[in-house]
C-alpha cells in the first residue's frame, strides 16, 4: 500500500523476552464486518500497527452477467449490489442508460424518482447510524429503533413496487408501475413522523459522553486523501468538501427543490462528523420529501421507450449521490440488445481505499467503528 | 462427625443455592424482557406451559433455554487445554456462589444459633478476596480456548477487573470506617431505621462508584469489553457452548446478584425497610421474613438499573476504560475517603448546623472535583458545530 | 458548562420513555400498522406463520397489490390448456435475468406448431421474483403469483415447477391482484378490439381491392367484348 | 455541470487522440503519468471511475467515401486491444467528465499506474489488473482483489472460458480428507 507507512514493528526482543505480534484474521464471519468482510490485522496488545483489507468473499462477477444479458435483465441484479439502497442503484442504472437511448421520462415519474431515492437515503442513514452505535456496543437499542422506522419506509417501497428490498422498480425512461391509490398521503404520514423519531434519535446519541470520547478524534481523515482517494457521499462531506451531487449534477429534477448539503470544515474529518453529517443529511431528505410531495403532478409514469432495444454504438457513464456516496455506471454500446460493458462504480469499496490509513495507529475497537462509519456493503464492494 | 452441624451448614446454604438459581432463571427473563421493551420489541412471549397454549408471558423461557443448553453439543477446539477449558467455567461459578454465604440475610428457618458466614469478623475482605478469583477463571477461559479473540478477552478483563477492584475497595472503606466493623450484620444492622449510608453526600458518591466499578467487576455494560461483540465476537467465552457456556452465564448473573446484595449491604441499609424497626438496638420485622424480601427487592432494583443501563449505553474503549479507573475513580474515590473523614468527625458535634454546612461543603468538593476530573480527561470530547452550503 | 454525566441521563430518559411507552402506545412497536393491506389488518394466519398452517394463507393471502412472489401461467377458463395464453415464444425465457425458465414448443403428431408450451419449467431455487418475464410477455400469459409455500422436502427436482402447476386461471388471478387483473383484461380488451378493428379494415380494405379488381376486370372483360 | 473540456489536453500533449464515438482521450504510450499529472496541477483533482474495456479482434464494416465521390462499404480488421478507461472530475472547480483511455494490446497488457496521481485508482486498478490482466507499471501494491491468490485467468475478458470445477476441493480437515481417500465419505 502506498502512502500511509507502517510503523517498523520489528521482533521485540527485551532481555530474553521475546514478544511478537498478534495477527488476528477478522472476518469473513464476524459480527461486526457488515458481511463477508476480513481485515487482516496485526496487534500490538490492542494497537493496530497493520491492517489489510481482503474482498472477494461475496463476489460473482456481476459486470460479466451484465453483459451477457439484455438491458432490461440486468435491472433486478443493481438491486442486489447495495441490497440497502436498490431504489437509488436502479436509478443509477436508468439514468446511464437513458443516456444510450435519449428517452425523456415523464414528470410524475421524476417526482417518484426523487421521493424513492430520498426514502432510500432515510432508510440507509437511519440503519447506518443504527449499526454504527451498534459497532460501538450499544446493544441494539438505536438498531431497533432504526429498524422501526425503516420497516415503515419499506412498507411503502412494498406497496409501490411490490418488494421490500429487491424493488426492481425503475425503468428506462420512467417507472415500472404507478404507486397505488394513498400511497402519496401514507408517505405524507411516514415522513412527517420522521423528524419526531429523529429528535428522540438525537437526544439518546448526540450528547451521550461515551459516544462522544469514542468517536471523537478516532478515524481521522483529512480532506486532501479524501479528495485524491476518490471518498464520496457523506465520508467526503465530513471531511470538508461540499461536493454533492444532486447539486453538482443536478440529474433528474434535483435543481427544482431547496435543499441544503452539511459539511464541515474539513479540519477533523472523524467518524464523529460521519455519524452528525449522516444525521443532519437525514433532515435536509425530509426537506425534499416534503417538497416532492407536496409539487408532485399527476400524468403518466413511463416514457415511449422500449422494453427491449438496441442502443446506437456510443458510449455513457451515469452517476447519482446515492446514500453512500457516487454509484456510477459505465455503459458501452455495441448496437447490440446487450451491452458491450457494464462496470459499476461501486462507492463502498472506493470508499475503503482509506480504510487502512485511517486505521493505524489506533485500537481494535476504533477499526470497528471506523469500518462501521464507511458505510459498506459487500453486496457492492465485491460485486 | 458432627451432623447436626452438617445439617445446619446444609439448611443454611442449600435454599440459598436454590433461591438465587431459581432467581438467575427469573433474572433472565427480566432482562430479555425488559430489553425488548426498551427497544420496542415484545421479547419472549410464547414459551409457558408445556404442551398447553398457557404463555405466562414468557416465562418459560428460561427453562427452554436451559434444556437446550444441556442438550448442544460441547465443543472442544483441538489446540485448546482441555483441562483448563473445563475448569474454567467451573471456577467463575464457585466464587460467585460462595460469596453470597456471607450477604446478611436471615432466613426465618435458619436456627438463631447455628453457623451464620456473614457473622464472620472480615466477612467483607472475605468477599472482596473470594471474587478476585473471577479474574483466575476468566483468563484461564482465555488462555485455555487457544483462539485469539479468547485471548484478547481475557487479557482485557484481567487488566479491568483488576484495576476496577481498587475503586470498588475503597468505597467500601467508607462504610467500614463509619460502622467501624468489617462484619455484614454489623454494617447491615447500623443502618436500620432508614440510616441508609447513601443517604450522605460521601455515602452516596461511594455508592455510585462502587456501583460502577461493579458494573466493571461484573463486566456488564457499559463496561463489558471482555465480551464485546463488535470487536472481539464473545470474548472469552467464544469457544465455549453447551453446559459450559451456561455455566459462565449463570457464574456471570450469581455474581451479579452477589455484587448486588454487598452494594444493598453497604449502601443501602441490607434488610431495612418499611416494616422493620428498631427494637432496643436490634431490627425487627413485622413478619418472619419480611428483612430478606426487602432485601432481595434492594437487589433487583439494582439489577433492573443495570439492564437499565445495558438498553442505553454503548461499550467504552480499552484505554478509556482504564483512564476512567485511574484517573477519575480513584481519585475520586481516595478523596471521599478524606471528605467522609472529616464529615464523621463534624457530625459528632451533633449541631444541625455544623450538620447542614459539612453536607453543602462535600457535596460541593466532590462534584467539583468530579467536574473537574471530568474535564481534565476529557477536554476535547463535546457536540460540534455544522455548516450548510446552499 | 453541562451537568456531569448529563448526556447518559438524557440517553436513559429516552429509553426509559420508549420501555413505558410500549406498553401504551402502539406506535412504539416496530410493526404495527397494517392500513394499507388489501383487508387492512395483518391475517391472524401470518402473525402467528409458523404455527398456524391453512388453505387459505397458501394461495389466497396477498400483501400488497404489487406483490410478486412466483410466476404463474394464466389460462382463461376451462381445460387449461385449451385455453392456455402462452404460445410458447420464449420471449421470457430470454430476458429471464437469472435464466430460469425452460420452455420448449409443442408440437401436433404432423410435426405441426400448435401455439402452446410443452414443456415450461421455472426453477424456484433460482428464481428471484424480479417481474422481468411479466413485463416483456406480449401476451399477457405470464403474471406473478403471491403463493409463497414453495419449499420442498424434496431436493432433487421438487424445487422445479413444472407446466401443470404453473397453469391457474384468470379468475384466481383476478382474486390476488384484482386491479391489476382488471387492467391487464382492459388493456388485453383493448388490443383484441384494436385488431379486430384492424382486421375488418384490413378485410375492407381487401374486399375493396377485390372489389375494385373484379370491376376492373369486369371492365377489361367488357372492353375486350367490346373489341 | 460543466463540461471538462479536452482541448487543453490536446493542445498541451499534441500526441493524444480525441475519440469523438466514445468521447474519450486517448492517451499516447508512456505519456499517461505525465498527463494525469498535468491534469492534476489543473485542479482536476478527482478520478471517479476506473475499469478496463476488453475488444477481441473483430471485422469492421465502414461505409465510407471513396475519391470518386461514391459511398462504398469496405471490411477492415480492428486489433484486439484492451482500454484502460478513467472518468475525472474535478471536485475544486465543480466540472467534468474527462473521459482518458489507455490502449493496450492484449497480449502482455501493460499499462501506467495513475495511483501515485490519485489514491482512488489503488483498488480499481487492483481489479482491472485482477479482471482483465492488464500490468500497471507503478501500482505500490498489485494484487489480486476480488478473485483468490490462485486464481489463473482473467474472468472479465471476453474469450475467458470457465474451467469445468474449479469450485471443486476436498474440505481441508484432516480426518475427513483421510476417510474421503479412502473412499468412506461421499464428498
Known sequence: MSTAAAPNYELLQQDGLETSLLEVSMGPHHPSTHGVFRMDVKLDGETVVDLQPVFGYLHRNHEKLAENMTYLSSMPFTDRLDYFNSMSNNWAYALAAEKLIEVEVPERAEYLRVIMAELTRLVNHVSLVGFFINDLGALGTPLMYAFREREKILDLFEQASGARMMCNYFRFGGLRNDVPEGWLERAGEVVDRFPSFLDEYEQLLCENEIILSRTQGVGKLSRELAVSAGVTGPMLRASGVAYDLRKVDQYGIYDRFKFRVPHTDGDVGDCYDRFMIRMLEMRESIEILKQALAGIPKGEIMGNAPRVFKPKPAEAYGRIEGPKGELGFYLIADGSPKPYRFRVRPPSLINLTVLRDMCLGGKIADAVIILGSIDIVLGEVDR | MNFELLIDILIATVPLMLIFATLFAFTTWLERKALARIQNRIGPNKVGIPCTRISLFGLGQPAADGIKMLFKEDIVPRGADRLFHLLAPILALIPAMLVLCFLPLDFPWVNEDSVKAYLLDGAVIFFFAITGLNTLAVFMAGWASRNKYSLLGGMRAVAQMVSYEIPLVLSAVIVVMMVGSLNAAVIADAQTGFNWFVFSPWGFAAFIIFFIAALAETNRSPFDLPEAESEIIAGYFTEYSGFKFALFFLGEYIAMFAISGLAVTLFLGGGDGPGVTLDQGLPTEAFPGLAVIWFLMKIFALIAMMIWLRGTLPRLRVDQLMGFAWKFMLPLSILNILVAGFAWHAQQQDSKTITVITWVISLAILYGTASGLNQLNRASARPRKYKYAE | ?227 | MNELSHEPVLQQFPDAVWDEAAGAVILPLGQARAVAEWLLGQGVDYCSNVTGVDYLEREVKEKITNDAGKVETITRTEPSRIDVVYHLYSMQNKTGPLVLKQRTGRDNAEAESLTPVWRSCDLQEREVYDLFGVNFKGHPDQRRILMWDEFEGHPMRRDYTEPFDYEWEPTPHNEILEKHQKGKVIV
Request: aromatic content about 8%; hydrophobic content about 35%.
Open chain 3, 1 to 227: 458548562m453541562s451537568i456531569l454525566g448529563g448526556g447518559i441521563f438524557k440517553g436513559m430518559a429516552v429509553t426509559l420513555r420508549n420501555f413505558v411507552s410500549s406498553y401504551f402506545s402502539k406506535e412504539r412497536l416496530t410493526t404495527n400498522d397494517y392500513s394499507w393491506r388489501p383487508d387492512g389488518a395483518l391475517p391472524q394466519s401470518i402473525a402467528d406463520y409458523p404455527k398456524e398452517e391453512g388453505e387459505q394463507l397458501r394461495d389466497t393471502t396477498t400483501v400488497t397489490n404489487y406483490s410478486r412472489n412466483f410466476p404463474m401461467l394464466l389460462h382463461d377458463g376451462g381445460e387449461p390448456m385449451d385455453t392456455v395464453r402462452c404460445v410458447a415464444c420464449q420471449i421470457c425465457e430470454r430476458e429471464c435475468p437469472p435464466q430460469c425458465i425452460y420452455i420448449e414448443k409443442d408440437y401436433d403428431e404432423n410435426g405441426k406448431y400448435i401455439k402452446r408450451p410443452a414443456i415450461f419449467d421455472i426453477d424456484v431455487s433460482v428464481c428471484m421474483s424480479c417481474q422481468i418475464c411479466v413485463e416483456v410477455c406480449p401476451f399477457d400469459a405470464i403474471v406473478m403469483n403471491s403463493q409463497f409455500e414453495l419449499s420442498t422436502p424434496n431436493r432433487f427436482g421438487g424445487l422445479l415447477v413444472r407446466r401443470d402447476d404453473l397453469l391457474k386461471s384468470n379468475d384466481y388471478y383476478h382474486q390476488i391482484h384484482p386491479e391489476e387483473a382488471a387492467a391487464r383484461d382492459q388493456k388485453m380488451a383493448a388490443e383484441k378490439a384494436a385488431k379486430a378493428a384492424k382486421k375488418k379494415a384490413a378485410g375492407e380494405k381487401a374486399k375493396a381491392a377485390a372489389e375494385k379488381k373484379a370491376a376492373e376486370a369486369a371492365k377489361a372483360e367488357t372492353k375486350e367484348g367490346a373489341e
